[in-house]
């Protein structure tokens, strides 16, 4: 791992809308610091010196050269994002350097996943070829149905989270392609255009996505435990 040349793609293209804000979710303070400064921290704690690119909208670019002064956050370089995620995360992964083993696709507001689940996820992927956290489903679940609905196995379920890691010449290629609506996320794209199937690997419940204002109330905790921990 130590010799692994590593590449980060952060995407944060939220508008604030479902946390009922003007504020960018992405840019909100939690514990003090805007989770996307908690969330590039992170990674390049657990990937030291990774290439890191966050993916911003155009509009909100200035806005986080500004704003992100005012903080302590690791070295990254800021591309435009697109109009899907799909294109976000295609414009990220070509603002990397080719000179990279593997490349890791993280949520922008996703900032509380372990370095130990990171660095295991990226030694899946090194073994693997690709390395998609997940967790297990605790909730009952119901499908839909024209007669009203039918039971789920849950057992069959998992919770897909992120970093989705990949071999780099296996995401690029996977990219290599146009917009489908059946994409939902990176792994979906590369078993859609290539012969690859993925790996899963362990995920972790407080690797939450931040994007309510009850998930805040979560965050806050997270990152409160976290302070008395390193005390």
Request: glycine share 8%.
């Amino acid at each position: 791992m130590e010799q692994t040349r590593v590449g980060v793609v952060i995407v944060a293209g939220g508008s604030g809308s479902r946390m009922g804000s003007t504020l960018p979710k992405q840019f909100a303070l939690v514990g003090g610091e805007p989770i996307l400064v908690r969330t590039i921290n992170n990674f390049a704690t657990a990937f030291v010196g990774a290439k890191i690119v966050v993916v911003l909208p155009a509009g909100q670019i200035d806005f986080w050269k500004n704003y992100s002064a005012r903080f302590r956050v690791a070295q990254h370089k800021i591309v435009e994002g697109g109009e899907q995620r799909f294109h976000s995360v295609k414009n990220g992964i070509e603002a990397i350097s080719e000179a990279v083993d593997i490349i890791a696709i993280q949520d922008g507001v996703r900032p509380f996943g372990s370095k130990q689940m990171i660095r295991a996820a990226a030694e899946c992927a090194i073994e693997n070829g690709s390395a998609i956290p997940v967790i297990d489903a605790v909730d009952s679940f119901r499908e839909i149905t024209p007669e009203g609905s039918t039971i789920i196995d849950r057992s069959k379920l998992r919770v897909v989270q992120t970093p989705q890691i990949f071999e780099a010449s296996l995401i690029r290629a996977a990219y290599d392609t146009q917009y489908d609506a059946s994409f939902t996320d990176d792994a979906s794209v590369v078993e859609r255009t290539t012969p690859h199937r993925v790996t899963l690997c362990h995920g972790e419940r407080t690797n939450i996505k931040i994007t309510t204002p009850d998930d805040m109330i979560f965050a806050q905790a997270i990152a409160q435990a976290l302070k008395e921990e390193e005390q």
